[in-house]
């Protein structure tokens, strides 16, 4: 491969252009920056936002009437996990919110039963 010639200053550039009476063609915001593979930046985006993937959130969700019972995952359901150890549940009812928080550690034991749900190692119960 050639080597690739010393790049100039963008002072450089507004100084040639303007000794050659030549518009600039780079606006004044815009920087080069060298291009980067398509390849890892797609497989990145798509380990982080888990598509084609089965993530914890959704094998929390796939088994959440088994983990809590019929009843509270009527009014309930788990969110999200953040900071990849608590697991955000939103409960529409004040009782079924209660009868969560004192079950949480049984809840606990079970998610981290789930594959890939191991991580889990607090839940928090939010109104919602």
């Keep these: 491969m050639p080597e690739e010639p010393p790049q100039f200053s963008r002072a450089a550039h507004d100084l040639i252009a303007s000794l050659r009476r030549l ?19 797609i497989e990145s985006i798509l380990l982080k936002f888990q598509i084609g993937r089965d993530s914890p959130e959704q094998m929390i969700r796939d088994h959440w009437t088994e983990i809590v019972g019929s009843a509270n995952a009527h009014y309930s359901h788990a969110a ?49």
């Excluded at 928080?101 to 919602?128: P, S, T």
């Design 23 to 41: 518009p600039n063609e780079l606006p004044s915001g815009m920087r080069k920056r060298p291009t980067k593979d398509l390849a890892p930046l």
């Design 80 to 128: 999200r996990i953040e900071r990849d150890r608590s697991l955000v549940v939103l409960a529409s009812h004040s009782v079924v919110r209660n009868e969560l928080f004192h079950h949480r550690l049984l809840i606990l034991e079970k998610i981290q039963k789930l594959a890939g749900c191991n991580h889990v190692r607090e839940i928090n119960i939010r109104a919602g």
